[in-house]
């Protein structure tokens, strides 16, 4: 028996149908949509449908008796700025540096863990909490589906019961910075149903109180603590974290509400419009007033004003890309019904298209301009201790977050990213002065969290004691400019931040016997190598990853400073060391790259991360032109993968990132197809598993790279299509150089390509191996064909 609760899809298109059809420029397939749905509500939070508003979210389960709308937000974390920020010294480096000289390489294991971190975790972010609709009765359902609208932002809800239609919507506004819940029925009688706010305890410690500030409404008040929990045998202290409260407030067009003990009880109502807020300390000092104050803006908004705003807010950035991949008749399926087509050897390439754009979605929704960066799950967290605490790893993961955000059209949601650099770097260059005795410039390791503390945090010495966690940070503000071309972001902050981490850089390297400038002590992330003694071990005289990284900030950092006009002596001498660094990419006998500085057997022959190949993506030092370091890097994976690489996850988008840059269509397909049967779960979720959001956007930017590059200097047309992908059409993507690319293709053959920049430039393209020279007007779209030449009276479909 089910019950009651519940939007309409129908409803939904009748509301905003006008609206969806003046703003579709996308030239999608006549009745494609971007939508996932399903016939039955979720049974687990994985099955539970996201929105956000960039800090403000929930997960949508679609109960008709016992709805949960599971809330989040992005500032939820227990602890403070005030943890410490170096441990160790510069005596200790040295002590450290003198092992690996000496070989003892298991000891230096020991004590770069023992000197140098506080062997405690990081602190999870955590759970807003859950707002439960009980309806009071069950009634038999029919005809149930549960959506999320990609294109509008919109999780609804739509069934039958006793004859009578039940619906709900919900939406996270970001125009008007409030969750929306509407619940409507055609039933004479109405609905009737309590509205509770609840969180979990933490180690049995409750974490909230709950009241009534007015007869429509309830507030749920709380702090963020962490209590408990044992890392060896130092207990965590109980850390109290942000203050917060969730404001709902109840507006209804028929019916009763009543306040009862923390809960509300409406009765006979036909249509109910929940308005929720939520705020914390963090943001704001007066946490509580700002709830009033959004409540406040909102009172007279009625709910379609609230959605026309929002879909209009969302639809302003995620309709600037559109990607169709042919196949929309398949929409007819339910998505985890087309999910296991795919699992079973069936093809789908519109549920890959979808895919694709709900990673624009989900970075739409959990990174926006003034709130915080994208967690290891986005905003989207049940838990008061998450998976990996939800965190920011530094090692990949964070970055993969933001590897969609430049060449799917979305610059602004880069900017968060940015912001929390900005103050990583201001903390670690008090880590780099005290813990190394650095005196100039930052260092960040491995993982970090709200309080964006850079200091080394590690049991073991294979995954947390890695340092350049900055330095690929680095790289997001360089392609920042590279994309947008604003010389404003380049003087102001790309170039300090590139100054600051190249300063560390260049005071960290010691001269090996050869001459060359090295990186001691040095770790692969999360892999280990075979000692002299047939034993793992992790920490070495340089690595790959390293050196890469190191190399790659030198040469952005004097390129940045040649576009602003500076040559001073700090830049002769990043120039001096950087002809005498020790190489990033070092191929071995056997033909593959070395992840360490000398040929040593791996420990896991299959590891997830792919370090060494750092180069090959996301950087630019490996390409086709390097023919010897190309063909390395193919082999390189070709090894892995023979030896259970990749894997799932996160680990498997960024082979398809690597297949792009290899031109390698066959494996990219296969990777594809690979990361949805193994790594979805059915809300599209990827699956480490657990749950981590880093596979969902580097899916999205592992596609946009088979369909279009821009990192060599020019920009490479269908460089990696997958052969199942015959025909289609993507709208929208961006070049570095900030110029927008529409391409057409049929039976895998480019027949369209349109190209648009708002400043006058030369282009260069290359395409099946046609390289052409191409002068943009400003400000005007111009078609050329699949010869790369001009089209007279293009056809306007193509436009």
């Known amino acids: 028996m089910k019950r009651i609760k519940g939007i309409s899809i129908l409803v939904y298109i009748i509301s905003v149908f006008a609206l969806l059809s003046c703003n579709d420029k996308t030239g999608k397939e006549p009745g494609k949509t971007d939508k996932f749905w399903y016939t039955r509500p979720a049974a687990e939070w994985m099955e539970a449908l996201p929105v956000g508003n960039g800090r403000f979210g929930a997960m949508i389960f679609g109960d008709p008796a016992h709805e949960r709308i599971q809330l989040n937000e992005d500032s939820m974390w227990p602890g403070g700025p005030d943890l ?31 000197r140098f971190s506080y062997k405690t975790m990081l602190k999870s972010h955590q759970t807003m909490g859950d707002l439960y609709i009980d309806f009071d009765k069950d009634k038999t359902t029919e005809n149930y589906t549960r959506s999320l609208d990609l294109d ?41 149903f309590s509205l509770r706010l609840d969180r ?15 007869p429509d409404e309830i507030s749920m008040k709380g702090t963020v603590t962490q209590y408990g929990g044992v890392v060896k045998s130092e207990p965590f202290p109980i850390d109290k974290g942000v203050n917060f409260e969730t404001r709902l407030q109840v507006r209804h067009n028929s019916g009763t509400v009543k306040a009862d003990n923390g809960k ?18 963090f943001y704001n000092n007066d946490y509580e007033k700002e709830n009033t104050r959004v409540l406040t803006t909102v009172k007279d908004k009625t709910f379609d004003e609230l959605l026309q705003a929002h879909v209009t807010d969302h639809q302003k950035y995620y309709k600037r890309v559109a990607l169709d991949l042919g196949g929309a008749e398949l929409d007819s399926i339910p998505t985890e019904a087309r999910l296991k087509r795919i699992r079973d050897g069936k093809d789908d390439p519109d549920l890959m298209a979808k895919l694709f754009q709900y990673g624009r979605y989900l970075l739409i929704s959990s990174s926006r301009p003034g709130t915080n960066p994208a967690n290891l799950q986005g905003i989207w967290n049940e838990h008061i201790e998450a998976p990996w605490n939800a965190d920011y790893h530094l090692n990949i ?28 770097i201001e903390r670690g260059k008090i880590t780099a002065k005290e813990q190394y005795g650095i005196n100039r410039g930052t260092v960040i390791h491995h993982a970090t969290d709200l309080w964006a503390s850079a200091w080394m945090r590690a049991e073991q010495p294979y995954w947390g004691s890695w340092i350049h966690g900055g330095g690929w940070l680095a790289q997001h503000y360089w392609e920042h400019y590279r994309y947008t071309g604003d010389t404003t972001f380049l003087k102001n902050r790309t170039y300090p931040a590139l100054k600051a981490f190249a300063s560390f850089y260049l005071d960290w390297l010691v001269k090996d016997e050869n001459g060359n400038w090295i990186s001691v002590p040095e770790t692969s992330p999360e892999n280990s190598y075979i000692a002299g003694d047939g034993k793992p071990a992790a920490v070495s005289a340089g690595a790959a990853m390293g050196h890469q990284i190191i190399g790659e900030v030198f040469e952005n950092t004097l390129n940045a400073a040649q ?3 500076i040559e001073d002596d700090f830049t002769k001498e990043v120039r001096a060391k950087l002809q005498n660094l020790y190489p990033g990419v070092v191929i071995g ?29 996301p950087g630019s030092k490996i390409t086709q032109e390097d023919g010897e370091a190309f063909a390395a890097a193919k082999k390189t994976i070709d090894y892995r993968l023979e030896h259970g690489g990749a894997g799932t996850g996160w680990s498997r988008a960024w082979m398809i990132s690597f297949n792009a840059r290899l031109l390698d269509r066959v494996s990219a397909e296969e990777n594809i197809r690979k990361f949805l049967q193994i790594s979805m779960a059915n809300n599209m979720f990827d699956m480490h598993p657990p749950f981590q959001i880093d596979g ?20 490479r047309i269908l460089p990696a299509l997958p052969e199942n992908w015959k025909t289609g059409k993507v709208e929208g993507l961006v070049a570095r150089g900030n110029t927008e690319v529409d391409i057409t293709w049929k039976d895998g053959k480019l027949t369209g390509l349109g190209l648009y920049s708002k400043k006058a430039k030369t282009c260069r393209l290359l395409y099946n191996g046609t390289e052409k020279e191409i002068k943009l007007p400003a400000g005007q779209k111009i078609w050329l064909g699949s010869d790369l030449a001009p089209k007279q009276n293009a056809d306007q479909s193509e436009k």
């Open 696 to 715: 969902n956007f580097g899916f999205t930017a592992g596609v946009a790279e088979l369909l279009m590059q821009s990192h060599e200097g020019f920009i």
């Open 589 to 617: 006998e056997d033909g593959r790259i070395l992840e360490w500085n000398k040929p040593v057997e791996e420990a896991e022959k299959g590891h997830r991360h792919m370090s060494h190949l750092y180069a090959l993506h």
């Open 397 to 424: 993961n964070l970055q993969m977050n933001y590897w969609p955000a430049e060449v799917t059209h979305l610059s602004e949601f880069h900017l968060p990213l940015f912001d929390f650099t900005d103050r990583l």
């Open 200 to 214: 979990p305890e933490d180690h049995g410690h409750p974490t909230v109180s709950v009241s009534n500030p007015a």
């Open 84 to 114: 410490g920020d170096s441990k160790g010294t510069p005596e200790d480096l040295e002590y450290l540096r003198k092992l690996v000289k000496e070989g003892k390489v298991h000891e230096a294991d020991q004590e770069i863990v023992k």
């Open 152 to 192: 509008s932002a919109v999780a609804s809800v739509r069934y039958t019961a006793d004859g009578n239609t039940y619906t709900e919507k919900v939406f996270a506004s970001a125009a008007d910075n409030v969750l929306v819940i509407e619940l409507a029925t055609t039933a004479g009688e109405g609905m009737d």
């Open 264 to 281: 509300l009880r409406l009765e006979n109502v036909k249509k109910a419009t929940l308005i929720l807020t939520g705020s914390t300390s």
């Open 563 to 565: 576009v602003l006009g």
